[in-house]
């Protein structure tokens, strides 16, 4: 293989992106280090739902945040957000760690230049009318929606008057709030990549200059009654209903669907020279940023995973780094990616069928694991704590595992890291990783990082 560009991180028409500040509230924990070392000891959060009785559904398990609040997070400023949803509340407490690692505590950026980018998800308070015409409907034996049922339960019990939360512009308004910031505030809603691509448009944001500082990630909260038997009809979820710790199992060949999961994850984006004017400390570089879409159905993935790897692939020509190139001893350049991964038997098929397309020969040398398989699916805040294992990943020169997986299916058939972390340190650490994130209908959203380099 030919010797491929090791450095290159300053765009040609931009400025260069740093990220100096991340939070989280995950299953496994809030705090980095703690939450990190659980995920290297392959530790899983997926237990009994306890939001709700979940009996009636396919599944009962998912995995929960515990003992959370606010206040041990913002003390009591947590009051001026009592009305706020609870994914708002994991917004906050995530954006505070971050807020405070970035030191913008003690040196404040200009409010006015810092903006925020979320993929936050949506709300809904009025949970018991769903409920009762989601579950009459359904036929957890057949897996179908008896139609009639439904549509004479919803009729009959749904208040035209029903109170919707609208969360997701809420969040970034009690952020705006809580922190002062004053540049662009957005959110999108792009279903399992909207986080991803929330930290992609705000690289892009300061990238060209309308920004000095973004406070971007995405929160969600599913596990309710909606969102749970949602998914089910979907026939997206696992069924299993014994042995939580082992049912989220992406790429074994055993695998049977995602496990619900909830958090929010938070990172604080910023122009090198907002980072340098301020003292910041830097946790890696934003290199590369691609975000395509299927063009295939409304609510499938192309089975050849064609979307996922232009994402990939316009993720790595922006960075100037070649997929089919391996540095002076014949390591690939990419030395991590953390996959989408959830556990279904497409998604985990057509995502490894994307790596390979993009990777080549090279495609069974990077390691490629899914986290999901401890803390379950985020969802809307999936990208942006997966792309904080990258990070951990470059800092630690150490690859988290995927869990629970025993028997890689020959379809997936790549170096999914099964069971165990992977200390690269013997070999010059993690320099280079993708984080990959694919929301329902085909929307796709890569994220490349890199150890940063003055």
């Known amino acids: 293989m030919q010797n491929g560009p090791t450095n290159g991180a300053q765009s040609s028409n931009g400025h260069r992106v740093v990220i100096t ?33 979940a009996d009636t559904c396919s599944t009962n398990f998912a995995a929960e945040v515990k003992g959370f609040d606010l206040k041990n997070h913002i003390g009591d400023r947590a009051d001026a957000h009592a009305d706020a949803g609870i994914s708002t509340q994991f917004a906050l407490a995530a954006t505070q760690d971050a807020w405070t690692m970035a030191g913008m505590d003690q040196t404040p950026p200009d409010l006015m230049r810092t903006g925020i980018y979320l993929g936050a998800g949506e709300g809904v308070l009025d949970y018991d009318p769903f409920m009762a015409a989601n579950i009459a409907g359904y036929n957890a034996e057949s897996r179908s929606l008896d139609n009639e049922t439904w549509a004479r339960v919803a009729y009959d019990g749904l208040s035209p008057t029903m109170e919707v939360e609208q969360e997701p512009q809420l969040t970034s308004t009690h952020i705006a709030y809580e922190f002062g910031t004053m540049g662009p505030t957005l959110n999108c809603m792009t279903a399992c990549a909207a986080s991803t691509q929330a930290i992609g448009e705000a690289f892009e944001i300061i990238r060209r200059g309308d920004a000095d500082a ?15 038997t949602g998914f089910m009809r979907l026939t997206a979820m696992s069924t299993r209903r014994d042995d939580p710790s082992h049912a989220s199992r992406p790429f074994d060949k055993t695998r049977d669907g995602f496990v619900m999961g909830e958090g929010a994850g938070i990172l604080i984006l910023e122009s090198l020279e907002s980072a340098k004017r301020r003292g910041a400390n830097i946790l890696c570089e934003v290199v590369g940023f691609g975000s395509t879409a299927d063009a295939y159905r409304i609510t499938d993935i192309h089975p050849d995973g064609k979307g996922g790897a232009g994402a990939m692939a316009a993720a790595l020509e922006q960075a100037g780094i070649d997929p089919h190139a391996t540095d002076e001893n014949g390591r690939p350049l990419v030395h991590y990616i953390s996959a989408h991964g959830t556990g279904t038997q497409e998604n985990d098929k057509t995502e490894s069928a994307g790596v390979r397309s993009v990777f ?32 951990q990943a470059v800092r630690t020169g150490i690859i988290p595992p995927t869990g629970n ?22 070999r010059g650490g993690v320099d280079v990783c993708l984080s990959n994130s694919f929301g329902f209908g085909g929307q796709n959203d890569t994220i490349c990082v890199r150890r940063f380099r003055d």
């Open 21 to 53: 500040g991340m939070g989280w509230v995950t299953p496994l924990g809030t705090q980095i280090d703690q939450t990190w070392d659980r995920l290297l000891n392959a530790d899983s959060a997926i237990g009994q739902v306890s939001r709700f009785d």
């Open 405 to 426: 997986l025993n028997e890689v299916d020959p379809v997936c058939g790549l170096d999914h890291v099964p069971l165990e972390p992977r200390d690269e340190n013997h």
């Open 360 to 391: 080549g020969d090279l495609a069974t040398e990077v390691p490629f694991s899914s986290i999901k398989s401890m803390m379950g699916h985020l969802i809307q805040a999936a990208g942006a704590v997966e792309l904080m294992t990258c990070i």
């Open 214 to 228: 973004m406070i971007a990630g995405g929160c969600h909260s599913m596990i309710h009654p909606l969102g749970m």
